[in-house]
Protein backbone atom coordinates (compact mmCIF):
# COMPACT_ATOMS: atom_id res chain seq x y z
CA UNK A 1 0.00 0.00 0.00
CA UNK A 2 1.40 3.31 -0.86
CA UNK A 3 0.70 6.26 1.10
CA UNK A 4 1.51 9.88 -0.22
CA UNK A 5 4.68 11.34 1.04
CA UNK A 6 3.43 13.43 4.14
CA UNK A 7 1.83 9.69 5.60
CA UNK A 8 4.70 8.66 7.74
CA UNK A 9 5.92 4.52 6.41
CA UNK A 10 4.84 2.29 8.93
CA UNK A 11 7.26 -0.45 9.13
CA UNK A 12 9.81 0.46 6.55
CA UNK A 13 10.66 3.86 7.83
CA UNK A 14 14.09 3.64 9.23
CA UNK A 15 15.30 0.94 6.53
CA UNK A 16 14.57 -2.44 5.24
CA UNK A 17 11.69 -4.00 6.58
CA UNK A 18 9.87 -7.42 5.91
CA UNK A 19 6.24 -8.49 5.33
CA UNK A 20 5.19 -12.28 6.34
CA UNK A 21 2.94 -14.65 4.16
CA UNK A 22 0.30 -15.69 6.68
CA UNK A 23 -1.27 -18.89 4.44
CA UNK A 24 -0.55 -21.26 2.28
CA UNK A 25 3.21 -23.12 1.01
CA UNK A 26 5.24 -20.25 1.56
CA UNK A 27 3.01 -19.82 5.12
CA UNK A 28 5.34 -18.21 7.64
CA UNK A 29 8.19 -16.83 4.73
CA UNK A 30 9.20 -13.48 5.44
CA UNK A 31 9.85 -11.35 2.21
CA UNK A 32 11.88 -8.50 2.03
CA UNK A 33 10.69 -5.01 2.11
CA UNK A 34 12.65 -2.00 0.45
CA UNK A 35 13.08 1.10 2.19
CA UNK A 36 10.83 3.20 0.17
CA UNK A 37 8.96 6.78 0.68
CA UNK A 38 5.28 6.30 1.58
CA UNK A 39 5.56 2.27 0.95
CA UNK A 40 2.90 0.60 3.53
CA UNK A 41 2.54 -2.70 3.14
CA UNK A 42 -1.06 -4.23 3.57
CA UNK A 43 -1.65 -5.03 7.40
CA UNK A 44 -1.56 -8.82 8.04
CA UNK A 45 -4.98 -8.64 9.45
CA UNK A 46 -6.83 -7.12 6.06
CA UNK A 47 -4.44 -9.85 4.09
CA UNK A 48 -6.03 -12.64 6.08
CA UNK A 49 -9.86 -11.42 6.09
CA UNK A 50 -9.15 -10.54 2.18
CA UNK A 51 -7.90 -14.38 1.27
CA UNK A 52 -10.00 -16.14 3.59
CA UNK A 53 -12.89 -14.20 1.83
CA UNK A 54 -11.39 -15.29 -1.28
CA UNK A 55 -10.75 -19.19 -0.38
CA UNK A 56 -13.12 -20.83 -2.91
CA UNK A 57 -11.96 -19.07 -6.01
CA UNK A 58 -8.02 -18.15 -5.56
CA UNK A 59 -7.17 -22.11 -6.45
CA UNK A 60 -5.86 -21.95 -9.86
CA UNK A 61 -6.34 -17.98 -10.60
CA UNK A 62 -5.07 -15.50 -12.85
CA UNK A 63 -4.10 -12.60 -10.55
CA UNK A 64 -3.12 -8.80 -11.00
CA UNK A 65 -1.34 -7.03 -8.34
CA UNK A 66 -1.39 -3.39 -9.76
CA UNK A 67 0.70 -0.78 -7.82
CA UNK A 68 2.14 -3.75 -6.03
CA UNK A 69 4.67 -2.09 -3.93
CA UNK A 70 5.66 -4.74 -1.56
CA UNK A 71 3.58 -7.85 -3.82
CA UNK A 72 2.29 -8.61 -0.38
CA UNK A 73 -1.09 -9.35 -2.19
CA UNK A 74 0.06 -10.78 -5.32
CA UNK A 75 2.66 -13.54 -3.47
CA UNK A 76 0.21 -14.16 -0.84
CA UNK A 77 -1.95 -15.16 -3.68
CA UNK A 78 0.30 -17.51 -5.35
CA UNK A 79 0.74 -18.81 -2.19
CA UNK A 80 -2.75 -19.99 -1.44
CA UNK A 81 -2.82 -21.05 -5.46
CA UNK A 82 -3.24 -18.95 -7.60
CA UNK A 83 -1.73 -20.33 -11.13
CA UNK A 84 -0.04 -16.86 -12.04
CA UNK A 85 0.13 -13.58 -10.84
CA UNK A 86 1.32 -10.03 -12.69
CA UNK A 87 3.13 -7.56 -9.86
CA UNK A 88 3.16 -4.01 -11.64
CA UNK A 89 4.90 -1.69 -9.66
CA UNK A 90 6.42 1.83 -11.16
CA UNK A 91 9.87 1.99 -8.99
CA UNK A 92 12.39 0.52 -10.33
CA UNK A 93 13.75 -0.32 -6.92
CA UNK A 94 10.88 -1.85 -5.74
CA UNK A 95 10.39 -3.72 -8.71
CA UNK A 96 14.05 -4.99 -8.50
CA UNK A 97 13.22 -6.00 -5.05
CA UNK A 98 10.12 -7.94 -5.93
CA UNK A 99 12.02 -9.50 -8.79
CA UNK A 100 14.40 -10.87 -6.53
CA UNK A 101 12.28 -11.96 -3.87
CA UNK A 102 9.97 -14.25 -6.74
CA UNK A 103 13.63 -15.88 -7.93
CA UNK A 104 14.53 -16.76 -4.13
CA UNK A 105 10.86 -18.53 -3.81
CA UNK A 106 10.17 -22.24 -5.18
CA UNK A 107 7.73 -21.75 -7.34
CA UNK A 108 8.32 -18.14 -7.83
CA UNK A 109 8.07 -18.34 -11.65
CA UNK A 110 4.84 -18.38 -11.20
CA UNK A 111 4.78 -14.26 -10.50
CA UNK A 112 5.48 -12.05 -12.99
CA UNK A 113 6.94 -8.49 -12.47
CA UNK A 114 6.92 -5.97 -14.50
CA UNK A 115 8.26 -2.62 -14.08
CA UNK A 116 5.94 -0.10 -15.57
CA UNK A 117 3.50 2.99 -14.74
CA UNK A 118 0.35 1.01 -14.53
CA UNK A 119 -1.64 4.06 -16.51
CA UNK A 120 0.32 3.11 -19.00
CA UNK A 121 0.61 -0.39 -19.29
CA UNK A 122 -3.09 -1.29 -18.58
CA UNK A 123 -4.02 -0.43 -22.30
CA UNK A 124 -1.59 -2.71 -23.89
CA UNK A 125 -2.70 -5.57 -21.67
CA UNK A 126 -5.61 -8.21 -23.52
CA UNK A 127 -8.84 -8.11 -22.24
CA UNK A 128 -10.05 -10.62 -20.47
CA UNK A 129 -7.30 -11.97 -18.61
CA UNK A 130 -7.06 -12.00 -15.08
CA UNK A 131 -9.87 -13.59 -12.44
CA UNK A 132 -8.76 -11.27 -9.46
CA UNK A 133 -7.19 -8.27 -9.03
CA UNK A 134 -6.04 -5.84 -6.33
CA UNK A 135 -5.97 -2.12 -6.97
CA UNK A 136 -4.44 -0.19 -4.09
CA UNK A 137 -3.03 2.67 -5.92
CA UNK A 138 -0.85 5.93 -4.27
CA UNK A 139 -3.63 8.11 -1.89
CA UNK A 140 -3.95 11.24 -2.85
CA UNK A 141 -3.30 11.37 -6.55
CA UNK A 142 -6.36 10.42 -8.00
CA UNK A 143 -5.74 7.48 -9.49
CA UNK A 144 -8.33 5.14 -8.79
CA UNK A 145 -10.76 5.76 -11.16
CA UNK A 146 -8.55 5.53 -14.05
CA UNK A 147 -6.99 2.83 -12.98
CA UNK A 148 -10.31 1.18 -12.77
CA UNK A 149 -11.41 2.59 -16.25
CA UNK A 150 -8.43 1.07 -18.04
CA UNK A 151 -8.21 -2.38 -15.38
CA UNK A 152 -12.24 -3.45 -15.82
CA UNK A 153 -11.70 -4.22 -19.75
CA UNK A 154 -9.89 -6.84 -18.66
CA UNK A 155 -11.08 -8.97 -15.76
CA UNK A 156 -12.81 -12.08 -17.02
CA UNK A 157 -16.95 -12.41 -16.39
CA UNK A 158 -17.12 -13.60 -12.72
CA UNK A 159 -14.05 -11.99 -11.52
CA UNK A 160 -13.34 -10.61 -8.54
CA UNK A 161 -11.79 -7.21 -7.68
CA UNK A 162 -10.49 -6.27 -4.39
CA UNK A 163 -9.80 -2.00 -3.81
CA UNK A 164 -8.16 0.09 -1.05
CA UNK A 165 -8.12 3.40 -0.79
CA UNK A 166 -8.75 6.13 1.69
CA UNK A 167 -12.33 6.22 3.83
CA UNK A 168 -13.73 8.50 1.93
CA UNK A 169 -12.95 8.29 -1.75
CA UNK A 170 -15.84 6.61 -3.58
CA UNK A 171 -15.53 3.41 -5.80
CA UNK A 172 -17.56 3.73 -8.68
CA UNK A 173 -18.25 0.45 -10.71
CA UNK A 174 -20.95 -0.58 -13.70
CA UNK A 175 -23.90 -2.12 -12.84
CA UNK A 176 -22.53 -5.29 -13.37
CA UNK A 177 -20.11 -5.16 -10.24
CA UNK A 178 -21.47 -5.68 -6.87
CA UNK A 179 -19.81 -5.24 -2.94
CA UNK A 180 -19.20 -8.54 -1.75
CA UNK A 181 -17.49 -7.83 1.66
CA UNK A 182 -15.88 -4.56 3.06
CA UNK A 183 -13.74 -3.44 6.02
CA UNK A 184 -12.17 -0.11 7.48
CA UNK A 185 -9.60 0.94 9.71
CA UNK A 186 -9.12 4.33 11.05
CA UNK A 187 -7.53 5.65 7.78
CA UNK A 188 -8.59 2.73 5.23
CA UNK A 189 -11.81 1.04 3.52
CA UNK A 190 -11.07 -2.23 1.82
CA UNK A 191 -13.27 -3.84 -0.28
CA UNK A 192 -13.95 -7.07 -2.48
CA UNK A 193 -16.23 -6.87 -5.52
CA UNK A 194 -17.35 -9.43 -7.85
CA UNK A 195 -18.42 -9.50 -11.60
CA UNK A 196 -22.14 -10.77 -11.92
CA UNK A 197 -22.13 -11.89 -15.70
CA UNK A 198 -25.51 -11.18 -16.98
CA UNK A 199 -26.84 -13.99 -19.65
CA UNK A 200 -29.10 -13.82 -22.38
CA UNK A 201 -32.02 -15.51 -22.83
CA UNK A 202 -33.26 -17.16 -26.32
CA UNK A 203 -34.51 -14.08 -27.33
CA UNK A 204 -31.60 -11.82 -26.57
CA UNK A 205 -33.16 -10.66 -23.65
CA UNK A 206 -30.77 -10.06 -20.15
CA UNK A 207 -32.01 -13.91 -18.64
CA UNK A 208 -29.83 -12.42 -15.10
CA UNK A 209 -28.29 -15.12 -14.05
CA UNK A 210 -25.78 -15.05 -11.22
CA UNK A 211 -22.89 -17.44 -11.60
CA UNK A 212 -20.75 -16.82 -8.29
CA UNK A 213 -21.26 -18.39 -5.23
CA UNK A 214 -23.92 -17.10 -3.03
CA UNK A 215 -23.13 -14.83 -0.41
CA UNK A 216 -25.03 -12.35 1.90
CA UNK A 217 -28.00 -10.17 1.37
CA UNK A 218 -26.18 -7.74 2.76
CA UNK A 219 -21.87 -6.96 2.64
CA UNK A 220 -20.42 -7.77 5.84
CA UNK A 221 -18.54 -4.31 7.18
CA UNK A 222 -15.69 -5.64 9.52
CA UNK A 223 -14.20 -3.03 11.60
CA UNK A 224 -10.92 -3.37 12.04
CA UNK A 225 -9.79 -1.41 14.73
CA UNK A 226 -12.82 -2.83 16.66
CA UNK A 227 -11.44 -6.24 16.52
CA UNK A 228 -7.27 -5.27 17.16
CA UNK A 229 -8.17 -3.95 20.49
Given at each position: ?????????????????????????????????????????????????????????????????????????????????????????????????????????????????????????????????????????????????????????????????????????????????????????????????????????GDGTPAGVDTLPNGPAQPDVLDLERFAQ
Amino acid sequence: MKMPARKSPRSVANGPGQVRVIGGRWRGRKLPVVDSAGLRPTPDRIRETLFNWLAPVINGASVLDLFAGSGALGLEALSRGAASAVLVERDPILAASLLATTQRLQGGQAAKVVQADAMHWLPTQPRSSFDIAFVDPPFGQGLLAPALAGLLPLMRAGSWLHVEGPIDEPVILPGDWSLHREGRTREVRHALYRHRPVLTAGDGTPAGVDTLPNGPAQPDVLDLERFAQ
